[in-house]
């Protein structure tokens, strides 16, 4: 029985060491393991209140309550996974889920858990399924895993977190989607392609909705000479099907015309654009407020023809804009489950890629990794076949630090430099997380765009311009262009606000934070074609 396989998984994963040994490498498509809950060791290696419910199309599954006058917290029950064994796989987690009454989520990411919390040294991540709430029958749920190199620890959750009602699992599998990517140094001597030919590129992400006098202020006052435009679809503008290819296009169509505005503003204060596809087609509304570079990215066939063809339409469209920078194809893209016979977004990157370049050579590619855009992600992905590709990331390592108050009641403060997730971050521990980037510039020789890095602006004790400092200064050395997340967008990334969460209104004084950017913007240099007007 398939309870019995799992079972001696579990053995194994108490001695990951003898495992790795005895057996071999691990190939695509083969099934690493899986627990249909049936017989008499059903729940073995399992801990957590485990008990057996009816399952999908047979006698058993998992089954975890939580009844509605239980206090705030969680039920979870949870397994380990042999780490040392899948270290740098893309992993396939399935299984069928039932609900009854499961209300609803406080934060975006609570409900019902069906979660691979994991542990290394560049941090800790938790990937998980996208699960309703409510009342639902039988349903399978999909969602990718890629297991960093340097994973410690992989575990398996399942339950219901900061909320009531009923779950049911059955039928879990672990397939592997892909083997580790093992990276062969390139052999060049040509020099690194940057896409443009200033010292450095710093400035800020925008909100679409800017005028010309923050345009001025930023590319004249400021001397910023890069912006990030998204291409964003928020809340409001996400009142269609994701899946209405017509409604999508009218959508872009409206933003593009906004770009299209711009664009001689930038040149007239000497700043130059990547043009940021926020909302692909297909994404789903996050808790950010926008739609996402994920859903039906992965599971559509509609959408990833749609995506090639949008970026084609654009490549037309800016092949001769002087201001364009760059490309950004997908905003910190989330794989998801790939639905057999679509692109990863490795191969649907490379695919997007080669199609703008046969249109457009003039303007640099930009591409993030998958795992949203993460340093840690960029470990994992190959080199795109295309010639004028620049790779960025986006830095909000510890997310903890940078984010709190953002989603939730801002129940513990933060500092930095001090201890986050049980670990010291400083300096040399931003060093450690953005090292995987270095390394992968160095081996492949390409230049890196640091598209988004951030910190709230009310991080306690002056915290969030220490974070920035440190962070700007690894950028620096390691000759990375970047834009800050965000000038004139919303206010809780404003450097413009002082580190009060209350206050609403603009700092009669530079802040620290403002001012540490401007002594940078104001190292700039001014694009060519400006300084020449």
């Known amino acids: 029985?398939?309870?019995?396989?799992?079972?001696?998984?579990?053995?194994?994963?108490?001695?990951?060491?003898?495992?790795?040994?005895?057996?071999?490498?691990?190939?695509?498509?083969?099934?690493?393991?899986?627990?249909?809950?049936?017989?008499?060791?059903?729940?073995?290696?399992?801990?957590?209140?485990?008990?057996?419910?009816?399952?999908?199309?047979?006698?058993?599954?998992?089954?975890?309550?939580?009844?509605?006058?239980?206090?705030?917290?969680?039920?979870?029950?949870q397994i380990p996974l042999p780490a040392e064994r899948v270290r740098g796989y893309l992993?396939?987690?399935?299984?069928?889920?039932?609900?009854?009454?499961?209300?609803?989520?406080?934060?975006?990411?609570?409900g019902v858990k069906f979660m691979v919390p994991i542990v290394g040294d560049s941090g800790r991540q938790w990937p998980q399924g996208t699960i309703d709430i409510g009342d639902f029958d039988w349903k399978r749920v999909v969602f990718p895993v890629r297991v960093p190199k340097d994973a410690t620890q992989v575990s398996l959750y399942l339950g219901l977190e900061a909320v009531t009602g009923k779950v049911w699992f059955d039928d879990l599998k672990v397939t592997v989607r892909k083997e580790p990517f093992v990276p062969?140094?390139?052999?060049?001597?040509?020099?690194?392609?940057?896409?443009?030919?200033?010292?450095?590129?710093?400035?800020?992400?925008?909100?679409?909705?800017?005028?010309?006098?923050?345009?001025?202020?930023?590319?004249?006052?400021?001397?910023?000479?890069?912006?990030?435009?998204?291409?964003?679809?928020?809340?409001?503008q996400a009142t269609a099907d994701p899946l209405d290819m017509a409604a999508y296009d009218?959508?872009?169509?409206?933003?593009?015309?906004?770009?299209?505005?711009?664009?001689?503003?930038?040149?007239?204060?000497?700043?130059?654009?990547?043009?940021?596809?926020?909302?692909?087609?297909?994404?789903?509304?996050?808790?950010?407020?926008?739609?996402?570079?994920?859903?039906?990215?992965?599971?559509?066939?509609?959408?990833?023809?749609?995506?090639?063809?949008?970026?084609?339409?654009m490549a037309r469209r800016y092949k001769k804009a002087k201001a364009v920078w760059g490309y950004d194809l997908a905003n910190e893209p989330v794989e998801g489950a790939v639905v057999e016979g679509l692109l990863d977004w490795q191969e649907l990157a490379e695919k997007t890629a080669k199609a703008v370049r046969a249109l457009d050579t003039n303007h640099a590619i930009i591409v993030e990794p998958a795992e949203g855009g993460n340093p840690f992600g960029i470990q994992d992905f190959r080199p795109l076949e295309v010639p004028g590709v620049v790779y960025s990331v986006h830095m909000y390592l510890p997310h903890t630090?940078?984010?709190?108050?953002?989603?939730?009641?801002?129940?513990?403060?933060?500092?930095?430099?001090?201890?986050?997730?049980?670990?010291?971050?400083?300096?040399?521990?931003?060093?450690?997380?953005?090292?995987?980037?270095?390394?992968?510039?160095?081996?492949?020789?390409?230049?890196?765009?640091?598209?988004?890095?951030?910190?709230?602006?009310?991080?306690?004790?002056?915290?969030?311009?220490?974070?920035?400092?440190?962070?700007i200064d690894i950028f620096e050395a390691n000759n990375w262009d970047w834009s800050?997340?965000?000038?004139?967008?919303?206010i809780g990334w404003s450097v413009e606000h002082r580190s009060d969460r209350h206050s609403t209104a603009p700092s009669p004084e530079p802040t620290d934070r403002q001012k540490l950017l401007c002594d940078w913007f104001a190292k700039n240099q001014k694009p060519a074609w400006w300084t020449s007007r």
Request: proline share 6%; glycine share 8%.
């Open 401 to 471: 630090f940078t984010h709190q108050g953002v989603h939730d009641n801002w129940e513990k403060q933060y500092r930095y430099p001090g201890e986050i997730d049980g670990k010291l971050w400083d300096k040399a521990q931003l060093e450690v997380a953005l090292k995987p980037v270095v390394e992968f510039q160095k081996m492949h020789r390409v230049h890196i765009y640091v598209g988004e890095f951030s910190a709230i602006r009310w991080a306690p004790d002056n915290s969030a311009y220490r974070y920035l400092k440190d962070l």
């Open 250 to 313: 009218r959508w872009l169509e409206g933003e593009l015309k906004k770009l299209d505005a711009a664009l001689p503003l930038c040149e007239k204060h000497g700043i130059l654009v990547v043009v940021d596809l926020h909302s692909p087609p297909g994404g789903r509304v996050t808790s950010g407020g926008y739609a996402g570079s994920d859903a039906g990215l992965f599971n559509n066939a509609d959408c990833q023809r749609k995506f090639v063809e949008v970026w084609q339409k």
């Open 91 to 110: 992993l396939h987690f399935s299984g069928m889920v039932k609900a009854e009454s499961v209300t609803e989520k406080p934060k975006p990411w609570n």
């Open 184 to 236: 062969h140094p390139r052999k060049t001597t040509r020099p690194v392609y940057k896409g443009h030919k200033l010292p450095r590129l710093r400035g800020a992400m925008i909100s679409p909705n800017i005028n010309e006098e923050s345009l001025r202020l930023f590319g004249g006052d400021w001397k910023a000479n890069l912006i990030r435009w998204q291409l964003i679809k928020t809340t409001s």
């Open 484 to 490: 800050y997340h965000a000038f004139r967008e919303w």
């Open 1 to 77: 029985m398939r309870s019995i396989s799992f079972a001696i998984l579990i053995l194994a994963a108490c001695v990951d060491s003898v495992w790795s040994q005895e057996r071999p490498a691990l190939k695509k498509g083969e099934v690493l393991f899986e627990a249909d809950f049936e017989g008499k060791q059903a729940f073995a290696g399992w801990s957590g209140p485990a008990k057996p419910g009816p399952g999908y199309q047979s006698d058993q599954s998992l089954f975890i309550e939580r009844p509605a006058d239980s206090p705030v917290g969680s039920t979870i029950v």
